[in-house]
């Protein structure tokens, strides 16, 4: 059974920034970041493919960044600016999905870690 675990969630000011971080117990293809605001469907908002290349939602490119260490199996994500907006629980999964950034496919996901911004 491969395990997923978050850590790094918070309270934030507007502007501020926060550092998300994943371990996963086994190595998996793929690794992402999804969130569940209040109010909507949990959405994908960062993934990296087993050659390191990354996607982005819109809403957060320029802002958040991820990163991945293969051999560690651990995930990262970087979040500069924080709006009210990014206000959610995120969760980090783990497989191998057909699209990165849609919830469908993707195999092991943690217990989420909540990150609220407001001032």
């Known amino acids: 059974q491969v395990q997923v675990e978050e850590s790094g969630g918070g309270s934030v000011q507007p502007g501020g920034s926060l550092t998300l971080h994943c371990t996963v117990s086994a190595y998996t293809h793929c690794m992402a970041w999804f969130r569940q605001t209040p109010g909507k469907e949990r959405e994908g908002v960062a993934a990296?493919?087993?050659?390191?290349?990354?996607r982005y939602a819109d809403s957060v490119k320029g802002r958040f960044t991820i990163s991945r260490d293969r051999a560690k199996n651990t995930l990262v994500l970087q979040m500069n600016d924080l709006r009210p907006e990014d206000t959610g629980i995120y969760y980090c999964?783990?497989?191998?999905?057909?699209?990165?950034?849609?919830?469908?496919?993707?195999?092991?996901w943690g217990q989420g870690t909540q990150v609220t911004v407001s001032s």
């Open positions: 999964a783990a497989g191998l999905p057909r699209m990165l950034l849609e919830e469908l496919g993707w195999d092991y």
């Open positions: 990296v493919d087993s050659d390191l290349t990354a």
